[in-house]
């Protein structure tokens, strides 16, 4: 999607405040909702993500599951609120050997795990908004021992707003 634009300082995949934040975006939601709200506490608008469980309501970028992303800047930045319920995000990347890898942080598991193909680590939420940035060259690297390409992909599983 991105692979022949000129990138540089940030690259915005979701964009609540935009006009169609969702439109590069596959929607998965069952027993939930995926909706634009005004948030109170910062007074903006917010992409509601809601389910009964975060295997059922998500959203996977690009929504063409032919197509990736192609983003080669290796920082990925989220702003998510804790509103004290599961969370997790996952990030399909490649790497300089060509093995598509992928790495997956939740605010419900209490160890890292490393496997050829994943890395599953927790992650901890403070109260209220945060930030979150994810070093993907760092982790390939401390993970894999092998250097970041680009990334495929981004899927995010929540029952919070982003």
């Avoid at 709200?37 to 959203?59: A, F, K």
């Avoid at 996977?60 to 998510?80: A, E, H, N």
């Avoid at 997790?88 to 093995?99: C, R, S």
């Amino acid at each position: 999607m991105f692979k022949n634009t000129f990138q540089s300082g940030f690259l915005s995949i979701l964009l609540s405040v935009g006009s169609k934040p969702l439109q590069i975006w596959d929607k998965s939601v069952r027993n939930g909702h995926i909706k634009r709200i005004t948030d109170n506490d910062i007074q903006s608008l917010v992409i509601e993500i809601m389910g009964t469980n975060v295997t059922t309501t998500y959203v996977t970028c690009p929504s063409d599951p032919k197509q990736t992303l192609g983003i080669k800047l290796p920082f990925l930045v989220m702003i998510i609120k804790n509103l004290k319920k599961y969370f997790t995000f996952e990030v399909q990347i490649l790497d300089d050997k060509n093995i598509k890898r992928r790495f997956r942080a939740s605010n419900y598991q209490s160890t890292t795990r490393v496997k050829p193909f994943i890395c599953t680590m927790p992650m901890r939420l403070d109260e209220g908004w945060n930030q979150i940035q994810f070093n993907l060259c760092d982790f390939t690297r401390r993970a894999y021992g092998t250097n970041y390409v680009e990334t495929l992909r981004v899927q995010v599983r929540v029952e919070v707003p982003i």
